[in-house]
C-alpha cells in the first residue's frame, strides 16, 4: 500500500538518495504524470503533480518516518475528482 503524502514538495527541494538506476517511470492512462518506482522491489516512490508542480511522496519511502502513528483516511482514488488528479 502507498502512503500518499497530501502536500508536496517542491521540486528545487526533494533529494534522492538513490542509485543512478535504481528507478524507473510509468505513465497512466493519459500518460500527462509520470509515476516512479524501484526497479529492485518495485515500490511506488513518487510521482510529480500536475495541480502544484511538486512531488507527492510515498510516506513509507522516508526514512525515520513512523507512517503507523500517521493519521490518514482511506479513498476510492479511480473515484476522484479530475481537478484532484495529481
Do not use: Q
Not at 524501484?38 to 508542480?53: A, L, Q
Not at 510516506?59 to 479513498?75: A, E, H, Q, R
Amino acid at each position: 500500500m502507498a502512503l500518499m503524502s497530501v502536500l508536496t514538495v517542491p521540486v528545487d527541494e526533494l533529494t534522492l538518495d538513490v542509485k543512478d538506476d535504481a528507478l524507473t517511470t510509468y505513465t497512466f492512462n493519459s500518460h500527462h504524470v509520470k509515476h516512479h518506482f524501484c526497479k529492485f522491489c518495485g515500490i511506488y516512490t513518487f510521482h510529480k503533480s500536475k495541480v502544484t508542480g511538486g512531488y507527492r511522496l510515498n510516506l513509507g519511502c522516508i526514512d525515520n518516518l513512523d507512517t503507523d502513528n500517521l493519521p490518514f483516511t482511506f479513498f476510492n482514488g479511480a473515484n476522484l475528482p479530475s481537478i484532484t488528479e495529481s
